[in-house]
């Protein structure tokens, strides 16, 4: 539920509303957020699949200690790294997103890397438009040279 403001142009909506359903959940449970202020019901719905997409985010997360700190061909483990995991005990075989890493040992001591793996694929829901056409696309070239004096600075 939300709303928004008035302009001197358009009048004030008090009743923008957006329903999102996540389709792998086996087990009914609404979510109901108030939102102060919204523009139009696209910035509604993009803010529904948003807390949806973060909710299940923060619903699952895989914990792995690794020994050593590289990967198969000799790359330190990095946030942002894919990985694909595949364990019959547990049930998982799908492609995970590393969140966190933390190095330990060293020196004489064992070294392991622990990650923290997340679901790949839930960040934005909405980060790839549907058509073509992109906003803000610049219409023709223009030179943003850089200043060397102050006068293009104070007339920029």
């Given amino acids: 539920l939300a709303q928004g403001h008035g302009t001197g142009h358009e009048d004030g909506k008090a009743n923008r509303k957006c329903t999102v359903k996540d389709t792998t ?5 609404p979510r109901i957020v108030v939102e102060g202020d919204s523009q139009s019901d696209e910035e509604v719905q993009f803010r529904a699949r948003k807390l949806q997409a973060d909710a ?4 699952f997360a895989l914990s792995a200690t690794l020994r050593g700190f590289t990967t198969a061909n000799g790359t330190l483990w990095a946030p942002g790294q894919r990985v694909y995991v595949k364990s019959d005990v547990h049930g998982v075989d799908d492609v995970y997103f ?5 190095f330990r040992g060293g020196r ?3 070294q392991e890397t622990s990650l923290l793996l997340r679901e790949d694929g839930i960040w934005l829901p909405d980060a790839y438009p549907k058509s073509g056409h992109r906003k803000g696309h610049r219409r023709g070239k223009k030179d943003k040279g850089l200043w060397t004096t ?7």
């Fill in 98 to 102: 590393i969140m966190r890493r933390t």
């Fill in 150 to 156: 102050w006068e293009q600075v104070d007339n920029a």
């Fill in 108 to 110: 004489g001591q064992r």
């Fill in 25 to 29: 959940m086996t087990v009914y449970r």
């Fill in 56 to 59: 299940r985010l923060n619903g």
